[in-house]
Every structure is written in C-alpha cells, then in structure tokens.
C-alpha cells in the first residue's frame, strides 16, 4: 500500500467553475513498503461530508 501524496495544491480556475488538483506521488509504500506506478490510483474525498467524487485517479485533475 503506498503512503500519501505529497504537495497536493488546488488552483481554482478562472470564473470559480472548475478546479485544477495536483500532487506528488508518493515514493515509498507505508512503512517503506513496495508499490508499483502500474497500480498507483487516487480517490477524491470531498470533507466535511466524506463524499467520494471521483476514484481510480491516476494523475492531476479538473474538477468542475
């Protein structure tokens, strides 16, 4: 299992409709463990209400 994404900025873009995420993949797996780049996906949780908005993510996003 990896550990977490690092740098995670969010650029809101022009006109406030829609939103650029990106991030750093992580460079070792929890407690240095091993993951491949083949089977690295993101989900993205929205907080407070924990709503999932999108899954199987595998690089910086637009979200509108």
């Not at 299992?1 to 690092?6: Q, Y």
């Not at 993949?25 to 209400?49: N, S, V, W």
């Amino acid at each position: 299992m990896p550990n977490i994404p690092t740098d995670i900025n969010v650029t809101v873009n022009e006109g406030c409709k829609s939103l650029t995420i990106n991030w750093k993949k992580p460079q070792k797996g929890f407690h240095d463990g091993y993951f491949t780049d083949a089977d690295l996906t993101y989900k993205l949780i929205r907080l407070p209400d924990n709503t999932m908005v999108a899954s199987q993510l595998k690089r910086d996003i637009v979200h509108r």
